[in-house]
């Protein structure tokens, strides 16, 4: 499936059928299994990435890890579309941003998340229309998932939250955004009427307490994340295990779970035939 293609069919998954229901890899491997799970698109999560290649979360990656990452999770994901989470750009410079996303799109992405942060709302759009334009200039129809994080981050309380989440999707969405991702918010009473008055896909990430896919759908939900939870799930396990193995050196601490991984080498020996 060429590029043009995975990026119309993943485009199709925020307006057709089911919620999407987007699993966050952060390596070759992760996206491997997610994929062979049966996941329908695979995303990259930006702290989980960070995190295993010893870096904090806050656009301090280097950029070439990130590529370097997104080029190994696009080539273990085959047909599955890839998007990637590219935080705040790691620049806030609209032309060196249009630069990282060619190559973030020419690593094998159809879609990115590209977050406000702190940044004011005015300066998150014109990097929301760099990032337009740079994907159309590369032929790719690209899935921009505005992200915003009034809630997340507290940057307003209450109603006031609510409206400024509001007024920047529709400032987004107006700079060229294919949907909005509101991270933070749990409640589904606030979750439906985010999803009522967004007027393009609203992403929700994974939180504990969170409503299962079915009822997010039913409020007008698209799209949502695991975010840093299989990451967390995996090295919590590594580390529970390692204890363990530590503490008598019984082989046993590890072989219980490693068993029901399947054969990566096999998977991956494609790769290099």
């Known amino acids: 499936m060429d590029q043009k293609t995975k990026a119309e069919a993943f485009a199709a998954l925020h307006h057709t059928g089911e919620i999407l229901i987007l699993p966050n890899a952060w390596d070759g491997a992760s996206a491997a299994v997610m994929a062979d799970a049966g996941a329908k698109a695979v995303a990259t999560s930006s702290a989980a990435v960070a995190w295993s290649h010893g870096y904090p979360d806050g656009d301090l990656l280097p950029l070439n890890l990130l590529l370097e990452t997104i080029t190994a999770v696009a080539r273990a994901a085959g047909d599955t579309p890839v998007t990637a989470d590219i935080e ?9 941003l249009a630069e990282t996303v060619r190559a973030v799109i020419g690593a094998g992405a159809v879609g990115i998340n590209l977050e406000d942060g702190a940044r004011t709302p005015d300066l998150h759009a014109r990097k929301i229309e760099a990032a337009r334009k740079a994907a159309d200039a590369a032929g790719v129809p690209l899935f921009i998932n505005a992200r915003t994080d009034v809630y997340l981050k507290g940057l307003a309380e209450g109603h006031a939250a609510y409206v ?3 007024a920047r999707a529709e400032r987004y969405r107006d700079a060229g955004a294919s949907g909005v ?6 409640d589904p009473d606030l979750i439906g009427r985010l ?6 896909p609203l992403n ?3 939180l504990p ?12 939900v698209r799209r949502v994340s695991s975010a840093t939870a299989p990451f967390r799930m995996a090295y919590a396990n590594v580390a529970n295990a390692t204890a363990a193995f530590l503490s008598d050196g019984d082989p046993a601490a590890f ?9 990566l080498n096999k998977r991956f020996e494609s790769w290099t035939s």
Do not use: C, H
């Not at 705040?88 to 060196?96: A, E, N, V």
């Not at 072989?255 to 054969?263: C, E």
């Open 88 to 96: 705040g750009g790691y620049t806030d410079d609209l032309d060196r």
């Open 164 to 166: 400024e989440t509001v």
């Open 181 to 186: 991702f509101v991270p933070g918010p749990s």
């Open 195 to 200: 999803a009522d008055e967004i007027k393009l």
């Open 204 to 206: 929700i990430m994974l």
């Open 209 to 220: 307490g969170l409503a299962k896919a079915a009822q997010l759908q039913a409020l007008g």
């Open 255 to 263: 072989a219980a779970d490693a068993t029901r991984l399947g054969n």
